[in-house]
């Protein structure tokens, strides 16, 4: 009987068993909306507490340039929750790479652990001391009774205290930088396209004025005429130039499908189309952060319940 | 015909343009290289020194954590005088040796690292003894204190850990041919690692 109970036991368990997540497979959702600072992959806090924790933390990167990655977990590979923080601020680099203002917080409740990482440049304002407070304080009663929505809320709301605290701390300048980056990339795009065009037209009416008796590029149009076939859909153009050196004479002949709509509907559409795959990175009305290469001494603190 | 900005270069005067640039292009070449090489040196071995002056720092660290702690032990566990005793020790004699970058010989940093480890088992006795004061544990300034000597020990780990991926980015650059040519004629030197902590190599031991 008990060899049977212990059976199902361990059915259950294996079926209810979440993803062990790896510093490469822990989604971070910040890199597609920059909205997005909870990575929450097995729905352990609700979506109300991850709304007000996105927001907070939001407004913490934009008034104080504190970059946050906030995770819930299961279960994380290893069960160190500081070598874990620690090798996800070293792939992604999170925080600015002036300020240093990189912060990372992760719970796993299955390994019963948790920390608060503190990028180099905030340990000042979130010393290793200030770290293990909020978590005695603030964190840990929630945690024990299993209220994990409230312990991250909680955690946030008194780290966003200290921070507002603290001048020194500028904000925005990583998140304006992004949405400049954003639009400067989407601004050369649009001056490399004009110029090109406007290459295109220079080195068409070149070509059209260099004049082959005398080597110059004086031929000057001074007719044109046009004739159209409606059964072959084709519209001749015959312009006649002139030399304004040497008055040699010479006639340029060319075609237009009547239905094409000419060059200039050809080249606009290439341009809408390279505009709009530039445009493709941004999801939901919303761009994709990034992270600004911050880097981790090991500063913060770490627990167990 | 080769034309250069619509001008017709002749035959003769292509050729002496090549082979003035070439000749030019060979003295000047080994300058180049050398000022380029023994730059690249000079700047790595400048971010080792750094690299080393942090990790000093985060040992000092350590040490100025350490009065404060033991201080706040006393009050509960007077009578583990002696583990306090071999703390502060510890301690004294670890902040006696400091090490200056340019003289980071293999003895030196193996002196230095010996010392610092007594640190390190003094340290973890005394906070092994304190699992035994329940009203220690309580107390939030011994729990934030704790998380200082956590935070520092990891801080350690990390400084150790950069310090040895500069030293081995310097070490490759003074090694690799042709460098190792200059490095030899301007006097650069390989430098030294940290090794693993002694009795790192064991798995702590866990007992229920």
Known sequence: MRKLLLYIFLCIATVATAATYSVDNLPIPYLQDKTQYVSNPDDILSQTAVDSLNLWLGQMETEHGVQTVLAVVERIEGGDTYEFCMALGRKYGIGSKEQNTGLIILLSTGDRAYTILTGRGLEGKLPDAICKRIENRQMLPALREGDWDEAMLATVRAITKYVDGDPSLVGGSDFEHNVEDGFTTFGMLLLLAIGLIIFAVWKDRRKKSYCPSCHQYKMKRISSRVTTNRILGIRTHHDTYRCTHCHFTKELHWDEHINSGGMGAAAGGALGSSLFRGGGGFRGGSFGGHFGGGSFGGGGASGRF | ?208
């Open chain 2, 1 to 208: 015909m080769k034309t250069l900005f619509g001008k017709v270069l002749t035959p003769s005067l292509t050729g002496r343009v090549r082979g003035g640039s070439f000749i030019l292009l060979l003295g000047i070449l080994p300058f180049l290289f050398t000022s380029c090489t023994y730059n690249k040196l000079v700047e790595q071995e400048e971010t080792v020194d750094q690299k080393w002056a942090d990790v000093q720092t985060q040992y000092q660290r350590r040490a100025d954590l350490i009065p404060n702690l033991v201080n706040t032990v006393k009050g509960y566990a007077a009578h583990e005088s002696e583990t306090l005793e071999a703390v502060i020790a510890a301690r004294s004699k670890a902040t006696q040796i400091t090490v200056n970058a340019d003289d980071l010989t293999p003895e030196k940093l193996a002196e230095y690292q010996a010392a610092q480890g007594e640190v390190s088992q003094a340290l973890g006795k005394l906070l092994a003894i304190t699992e035994n004061y329940p009203d220690l544990k309580a107390n939030e300034q011994f729990s934030e204190l704790q998380a200082q000597l956590e935070g520092t020990e990891n801080r350690i780990a990390e400084s150790r850990r950069i310090y040895n991926e500069a030293v081995q980015t310097y070490n490759v650059s003074v090694r690799r041919f042709p460098n190792n040519i200059w490095a030899m004629i301007f006097g650069f030197e390989k430098k030294t690692m940290f090794a693993a902590e002694a009795g790192a190599e064991k798995a702590p031991e866990v007992q229920f």
